[in-house]
């Protein structure tokens, strides 16, 4: 479904890349992960897959269209649902939806299906500009799904959502995920990354560090973490250690040789503490 | 492509229909040529009035009629009483052997001396062909006001259509949905052209809504409109520009208003210097178009008049636009 090579892109034109030599691929069907701290790149690439931004450098192919040479017929075939929401606040939320839909070529979506489906029943001819966050938020979501799209861009979509809303739009990306959408989700979220992705991408300063699924992660490095807890100048230090990468060994052996262990036990590690260790940064 | 961009255009009137500013937009030509009506009374036509006595003597209303608006009337005192009214019409009455001239005493007295002249002619038979001289050389004599206000009024309009596309396009930009936009197929031509037509009908419409209030019904629409649609495009251009330039209706609308100076240039150039210096204008789109409403006003455009008038307006505004083109496609990128 998405095809990159050799990725680059520079905002000032020179050597100074966003994004440096960045290769991956996506399959029909899979959810795939896009994970990364802020100014990582994750969303300049996406931008370049939907052509909001243009190729400098690079093979990109997305849906079976060549990103050179973007024709619109593509559009009918994707969807995306921005980070930051993009609805015009003085029509109402239907409106917003009637408008849209007659952009596309093909078949669309009922507009009061999908703002049910987010749940902004009731609040469909309301002007947006009088929405709140959240509320904005959902109908960029819905709105990014109304043609159908076979490929689904997804930025942040669970962000700045309270817990039982975020939990729906949760299984509303699974049940499209079900019938066969392939979807790309950028995310700081590592808990619904974890429960969606089929693969992850780490991403850090532009480069990918790291490709596999969730699965794989964990058995890897899984139950090989060690939380320690440690006295150090009269100050108590929590610190975790994985066992399987080689300099964390060394830490680990020097720290039990030279200071007093509190407590120290094996745990599962989530996906945000793989990440922190296989790229020496944090998420946020 | 035209679904998109009748959708684009309805989404936009939608919206103005519904904010102040632009209503207010919607509504000036009707407040210009009200304004214009009452700064020039007695001036509502370019042609001249008379009043006749209906059925006293048809070859002479035959022969009035190739120069003036006649108006026919039972009797004297309903002639009378028409004559009274505001504005210029005066009477041809037959006395005895003799004609005589009713006026109310406030027209102008190039109005008189018309009437007058036309009656001797008729009189001593001169016909249509032989009288040309004398009727253009009457023409000058028309008060022009009218018809200046009228021509300045629409050209003004133009820009009002340019303004309306820049309060769009920084709505466009301040809700950041050109970017949802160009995930659609919808194509950067499309959009521009669907963003266009509001604009362009509002000069349009405000162009035809103000000759008809004004009075200047028996203009060429055809070459009216033509004119119109040629000076519309640069103000459409700059629109976009500026639109795309301010995060802020006002701004945009107030950096427009720098279209005023080259339109009241062009203006008083035409109509107050001397020909030596109209060649310093020629540059100026507005320049161009105000001939050409000019001659389309005063009726004595032809139409290679008008075609050359139209495209030396297309042509500057082609400059501009090729000058402009790259920075309105950054912008909607
Ligand atoms: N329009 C721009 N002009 C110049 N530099 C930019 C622009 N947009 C992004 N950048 C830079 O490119 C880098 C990558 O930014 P990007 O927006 O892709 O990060 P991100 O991973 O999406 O971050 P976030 O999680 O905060 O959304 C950052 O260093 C950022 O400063
Ligand atoms: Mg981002």
Redesign the interface.
């Known amino acids: 479904m998405i095809k990159v090579k050799n990725l680059y892109h520079s905002y000032s034109n020179d050597d100074n890349y966003a994004v440096k030599d960045v290769s991956f691929e996506v399959t029909k069907g899979e959810i795939f992960g896009f994970l990364g701290p802020s100014g990582a790149g994750k969303s300049t690439t996406q931008n370049i897959l939907t052509g909001l931004l243009e190729l400098q450098k690079g093979e990109v192919s997305v849906a079976g269209y060549d990103i050179k040479k973007i024709i619109p017929k593509m559009f009918n075939k994707i969807g995306m649902s921005f980070e930051q929401s993009n609805v015009y606040s003085k029509l109402t939320a239907k409106e917003n939806l009637e408008f849209y839909r007659k952009l596309f070529d093909v078949k669309t979506r009922n507009p009061d299906e999908l703002l049910r489906l987010v749940g902004l029943k009731g609040k469909e001819n309301k002007k947006t500009g009088d929405f709140s966050k959240g509320m904005k938020h959902r109908l960029t979501f819905a709105r990014s799904m109304i043609n159908n799209p076979e490929l689904w861009f997804l930025d942040e979509p669970t962000t700045g959502l309270d817990p039982a809303i975020a939990s729906e739009i949760k299984n509303i990306i699974k049940e499209q995920n079900d019938k066969g959408v392939t979807i790309f989700l950028t995310t700081h979220n590592m808990y619904i990354a974890e429960e969606l992705c089929n693969r992850v991408a780490f991403i850090i300063d532009g480069e990918i560090k790291l490709i596999d699924s969730p699965k794989n992660l964990k058995l890897q490095y899984g139950d090989k973490l060690v939380e320690v807890e440690y006295i150090e100048n009269g100050n108590l230090i929590q610190e975790t250690f994985s066992t399987v990468i080689k300099s964390d060994k060394k830490k680990l052996q020097n720290l039990i040789g030279k200071h007093e262990i509190q407590t120290m036990h094996t745990k599962e590690a989530t996906l945000e503490e793989i990440f922190i260790k296989v790229t020496g940064r944090r998420l946020v | 492509m035209l679904?998109?961009i009748i959708?684009i255009f309805k989404?936009d009137l939608?919206?103005n229909l519904?904010?102040f500013i632009s209503l207010y937009i919607f509504v000036i030509p009707v407040l210009f040529a009200i304004a214009i009506n009452l700064f020039t009374p007695g001036i509502n036509d370019t042609t001249i009035n008379l009043a006749l006595l209906e059925g006293e003597n048809p070859e002479q209303v035959r022969y009035f009629k190739d120069f003036a608006k006649v108006e026919l009337f039972g009797d004297i005192d309903n002639i009378k009483s028409r004559v009274k009214a505001r504005d210029d019409i005066v009477a041809i009455l037959p006395n005895q052997e003799n004609y005589y001239i009713m006026s109310q005493g406030n027209e102008p007295k190039g109005v008189i001396e018309f009437a007058k002249i036309l009656n001797s002619f008729y009189q001593l038979d001169i016909q249509i062909e032989d009288t040309n001289v004398e009727i253009k050389d009457f023409k000058r004599t028309i008060p022009p006001l009218k018809k200046q206000l009228v021509n300045t009024a629409i050209l003004f309009i133009s820009i009002l259509g340019g303004m309306l596309i820049a309060i769009n396009i920084v709505?466009e930009k301040?809700?950041?949905?050109i970017?949802?936009?160009?995930?659609?197929?919808?194509?950067r031509k499309t959009f521009i052209l669907g963003k266009s037509i509001i604009g362009l009908l509002l000069a349009i419409f405000g162009s035809l809504v103000l000759i008809f209030i004004t009075g200047f019904t028996d203009t060429n629409l055809i070459q009216l409109l033509m004119i119109v649609f040629v000076s519309t495009l640069l103000s459409l251009l700059v629109g976009f520009i500026q639109g795309l330039n301010n995060d802020d209706i006002m701004n945009a609308a107030g950096s427009i208003k720098l279209l005023f100076l080259p339109l009241i240039a062009g203006a008083l150039a035409i109509e107050l210097l001397a020909d030596k210096w109209q060649k310093f204008f020629y540059w100026n789109p507005f320049y161009w178009a105000y001939k050409g409403n000019d001659a389309v006003l005063s009726k004595t455009g032809s139409w290679k008049e008008i075609l050359f008038y139209s495209s030396m307006v297309l042509i500057l505004s082609t400059v501009v636009y090729l000058f402009l083109a790259p920075k309105i496609r950054k912008g909607l990128?």
Not at chain 2, 174 to 177: E, F, L, S
Not at chain 2, 179 to 187: C, K
């Open positions: 679904r998109r959708s989404r939608k919206v519904k904010d709505e301040v809700d950041n949905t970017s949802a936009i160009n995930l659609t197929p919808t194509t990128e």
